[in-house]
Nanobody, 123 residues
Framework: QVQVVESGGGLVQAGGSLRLSCTAS????????MGWFRQAPGKEREVVSC????????SYADSVKGRFTSSRDNAKNTLYLQMSLLKSDDTAMYYC????????????????WGQGTQVTVSS
């Protein structure tokens, strides 16, 4: 049975940092392109970042470029999102997503979702 579990969310002041983690089990992690998504109350879920299967390819939403960095450790089946210079607009539930193959996960094209971890940025 596949499980995808996020952790590391919390309450942080504006300008601060957080690191999210996502650990997957029950699948061959290196076969999956991984992504981070977020959803704020009343808004649609949006993509934050994508990282290729070997970690050499990354892409980011314009709103987080230069502030967020995604990485992965295939030996640990774990995906990370380092978030810096956090803003109140970053407040959302953050989700990890896995898509088998070489294409980035999209909201309508995800094989496995995590349950989410809440990030709240106070101004």
């Amino acid at each position: 049975q596949v499980q995808v579990v996020e952790s590391g969310g919390g309450l942080v002041q504006a300008g601060g940092s957080l690191r999210l983690s996502c650990t997957a089990s029950g699948l061959t992690f290196e076969d999956y392109t991984m992504g981070w998504f977020r959803q704020a109350p009343g808004k649609e879920r949006e993509v934050v970042s994508c990282i290729g299967r070997r970690g050499t390819y990354t892409s980011y939403a314009d709103s987080v470029k230069g502030r967020f960095t995604s990485s992965r450790d295939n030996a640990k089946n774990t995906l990370y999102l380092q978030m810096s210079l956090l803003k109140s607009d970053d407040t959302a539930m953050y989700y990890c997503a896995a898509r088998r193959g070489t294409f980035c996960p999209r909201v309508g094209a995800v094989d496995y979702w995590g349950q989410g971890t809440q990030v709240t940025v106070s101004s």
